[in-house]
């Protein structure tokens, strides 16, 4: 099992940098791409583009803004859309499918339990592992 992100599996996570195109806007990670869907302002949308600003920092900024109405009903598919375009790109494609049949765990110490699981307790849904997973099925299929 892949318990989180950190060390040698730190490129599953979304902070990692990779070019992610969302309504045509092209992102320097997964992070900065989903952020900028939580909301319709241009303003935000090009900040989350620029390149000098971290997926750390677009994540802490994007608690302020004012999410699209029906943005937990989307959030999955944008995340999707983000997670096809990362593992469909290299080395992203090939270190996924050398992960084999590796359960993958976003594990994380910040409570997150809809992407994650919180590695204290164990709860959590594991959405983004879960996506994650089935990219590598989806790759193999193709």
């Known amino acids: 099992m892949i318990e989180s992100f950190r060390g040698e599996y730190a490129w599953l996570s979304n902070m990692t940098p990779v070019n992610i195109t ?3 806007i092209e992102y320097p990670s997964v992070e900065h791409a989903y952020m900028s869907t939580k909301s319709h302002y241009m ?18 900024e ?3 803004v004012i ?6 009903d989307i959030k999955l598919d944008v995340m999707r859309e983000c997670i096809d375009q990362k593992f469909s790109q290299e080395p992203y494609k090939t270190q996924l499918e050398e992960t084999g ?11 997150d339990i809809f992407w994650g ?15 994650i997973m089935q990219k590598r099925d989806d790759n193999r299929k193709q």
């Open 22 to 24: 969302y309504d045509g």
């Open 43 to 60: 303003e935000w949308k090009s900040r989350c583009a620029d390149g000098q600003i971290s997926a750390r920092q677009i994540k802490a």
């Open 101 to 111: 049949e590796l359960y993958i765990q976003e594990g994380n110490w910040w409570n």
């Open 117 to 131: 699981v919180v590695i204290k307790t164990g709860i959590g849904e594991n959405n983004l592992g879960k996506l």
């Open 67 to 72: 999410l699209v109405a029906d943005w937990h």
């Open 62 to 64: 994007s608690r302020g």
